[in-house]
């Protein structure tokens, strides 16, 4: 089984049920919203599966993709995927293991674009996103995509956060985060825009 990218690049799959790819739609959709942003930028992709995210990131001329995947089928996949994609110039780097522990070792280090897809029903959200913002893994003037379920999901608070845009996409719908204006020194709140 294969997945198209943009380019027309073709990537790697898993087969089964054991990772779950952003779909075609919902990824299109988040490079139109970033658009713009992606080159030179450093990626985080959380869960990242086959690493469709961080391949599509790559054809766009990010700087770095860093990914955290705790499958080990999975990681290798990743590492094939983004090793044909990438330039000499930019740098990747996968890491295989639990999310909020491998997060950890990426403190110190700050992205401009972070994109989490984890399973829907995993109970992950609010750990996940507590320890980005701990780590302080975000970029001031960064966002974060989170993929879930249109249905049942709850936006969460983040202290130091937030929401700049949600969107619906059938059965799936994305929440966008960013740092709280006035956590960056703002004097009005609506000083920082998103990108739509």
């Known amino acids: ?93 996968v890491l295989r293991g639990d999310i909020t522990q491998e997060l950890k070792i990426l403190a110190g280090k700050q992205f401009d674009r972070i994109y989490f897809d984890p399973p829907y029903a995993s109970g992950l959200y609010q750990s996940v996103l507590e320890a980005i913002a701990h780590h302080q893994l975000l970029d001031p003037s960064g966002e974060i995509a989170v993929e879930h379920a249109s249905q049942g999901w709850t936006p969460l608070e983040i202290p130091g956060w937030e929401i700049c845009r949600q969107k619906v996409y059938g059965n799936t719908s994305l929440t966008f985060y960013r740092i709280r204006s006035q956590e960056l020194g703002a004097d009005k709140g609506d000083e920082k825009q998103c990108n739509s």
């Open 1 to 93: 089984m294969s997945l198209r990218i943009y380019g027309n690049r073709q990537l790697k799959t898993l087969p089964g049920k054991e990772t779950r790819p952003t779909s075609a739609r919902v990824r299109e959709a988040v490079f139109n919203i970033w658009q713009g942003e992606i080159a030179d930028c450093r990626w985080l992709d959380l869960c990242a599966g086959t690493g469709s995210m961080g391949a599509e990131a790559l054809c766009r001329g990010a700087s770095l993709v860093a990914g955290i995947e705790q499958s080990s089928r999975a990681c290798v996949t990743i590492q094939q995927n983004w090793q044909q994609i990438a330039n000499a110039d930019q740098e990747f780097r």
